[in-house]
Structure formats: structure tokens, C-alpha cells
T-cell receptor, first 113, second 115 residues
């Protein structure tokens, strides 16, 4: 059965800290790995990764994928209180008849002032 | 360019009633997906539709749930004879035809409460 596992499940840090969120997966017919940020509303798209070793970067956030070891990390540097959210990792299935995403359970990040 | 629109944002139903959830994809998107998020759980895929076609409904419960995406108008997720266990947040996502189906953009969700 396809599965995506995120760790840690929750994390509390102080502003200015750097955090690393982990996502491992076992999915048949892997196509892509996506990171989303979810506050009390819609998950907001952050990154989509399809190739190993290529870092995606957006401001203080960056992510990289390792397709050999089947995991990805999301780094957030110089955290701010506005980074507090649930971070979701999802893996896309490449089968031709579906585009469904398989989500992990999320990492809840709380950034304290 | 408006994002994915869902309505209503909150819906309260009594057991046995019907719930209809609507989703309008982003402009230019022809793929629609429905996900359900139960309290304290991750998002679970329910169904994938294109206009007038159900492509993958492997995540849909076999009874009481149905989905459609007509030629005109929004996609509808319909839950008949709701039970308390249907209480959840239902998210719709859409993706553009040319960019691949995995890059999905989510709407704000409909929070269904069954009394």
C-alpha cells in the first residue's frame, strides 16, 4: 500500500531558528513530491520536486528530493511566527489514469516569538 | 486570476439529510480532485474528474457518495443520508491540463458538520 510518512509530527521552535522537516515515502509509480503549507484554510502550494538532488528554493524555504533513499526534506531558515502552520508532504502517482496525491499526516510547526 | 472556489465554506446537516458541496476550478484548469480531511488526520484522496468524466474514484466510499463535473458549471460532491462520521473538511483541488496532474491547487474547503 502506498504511504507517506512525515516527521516529526509536531515541532516548537523560537523565531530565528532553522527547522528541517522530513518526508519519506513508499509509492508505486512515483511521479513527483509536493510540499504544501496549511494554515486554517486551503493548503498552499510550496514546491514540486521530480528529480533527485536539485534543490528548490523560495526565500527562506528550500527543499530537496532523494529518489534513491525515497525521502525529501523541507528546510526553513530564520523562522518567523508567520511560518507557524501544518506542513504537508504529498506524493503524486504517475499512473496514466489518475493524478491523485497521497498525503502524509503533516508536521505541525509552532514558532514562538 | 481567481483561485479554486468552494461553497459553502461551512455546512451543517442533520443525520439523514443530503449535503451538496460545490467546487469551481481555477480558470484554465480542467482536472478536479476531491479530498477529505478528518479531524487529526491527513488529506485522503476521494475522486478525480475531468469534464463529464470520472477518471478515478478509488477513494470514494461505495455508498452514499457521488461526484460529477458537468460540461457547464461547478463540480459537485454529493453525500446522501449523512452520518456523524461524514463530519470533516472537504477540499477540492484543480490542475491545469498541460502542466501535469500532480501540481494541484486547493480551494478553501467546505467544513461539514453532521448533528
Amino acid at each position: 500500500e502506498d504511504k507517506v510518512v512525515q516527521s516529526p509530527l509536531s515541532l516548537v521552535v523560537h523565531e530565528g531558528d532553522t527547522v528541517t522537516l522530513n518526508c519519506s515515502y513508499e509509492v508505486t509509480n512515483f511521479r513527483s513530491l509536493l510540499w504544501y503549507k496549511q494554515e486554517k484554510k486551503a493548503p498552499t502550494f510550496l514546491f514540486m520536486l521530480t528529480s533527485s538532488g536539485i534543490e528548490k528554493k523560495s526565500g527562506r524555504l528550500s527543499s530537496i528530493l532523494d529518489k534513491k533513499e525515497l525521502f525529501s526534506i523541507l528546510n526553513i531558515t530564520a523562522t518567523q511566527t508567520g511560518d507557524s502552520a501544518v506542513y504537508l508532504c504529498a506524493v503524486g502517482n504517475g499512473s496514466s489514469n489518475t493524478g491523485k496525491l497521497i498525503f502524509g499526516q503533516g508536521t505541525t510547526l509552532q514558532v514562538k516569538p | 486570476n481567481a483561485g479554486v472556489m468552494q461553497n459553502p465554506r461551512h455546512l451543517v446537516r442533520r443525520r439523514g439529510q443530503e449535503a451538496r458541496l460545490r467546487c469551481s476550478p481555477m480558470k484554465g484548469h480542467s482536472h478536479v480532485y476531491w479530498y477529505r480531511q478528518l479531524p487529526e488526520e491527513g488529506l485522503k484522496f476521494m475522486v478525480y474528474l475531468q469534464k463529464e468524466n470520472i477518471i478515478d474514484e478509488s477513494g470514494m466510499p461505495k455508498e452514499r457518495f457521488s461526484a460529477e463535473f458537468p460540461k457547464e458549471g461547478p463540480s459537485i460532491l454529493r453525500i446522501q443520508q449523512v452520518v456523524r462520521g461524514d463530519s470533516a473538511a472537504y477540499f477540492c483541488a484543480s490542475s491545469p491540463r498541460t502542466s501535469g496532474r500532480n501540481e494541484q491547487f486547493f480551494g478553501p474547503g467546505t467544513r461539514l458538520t453532521v448533528l
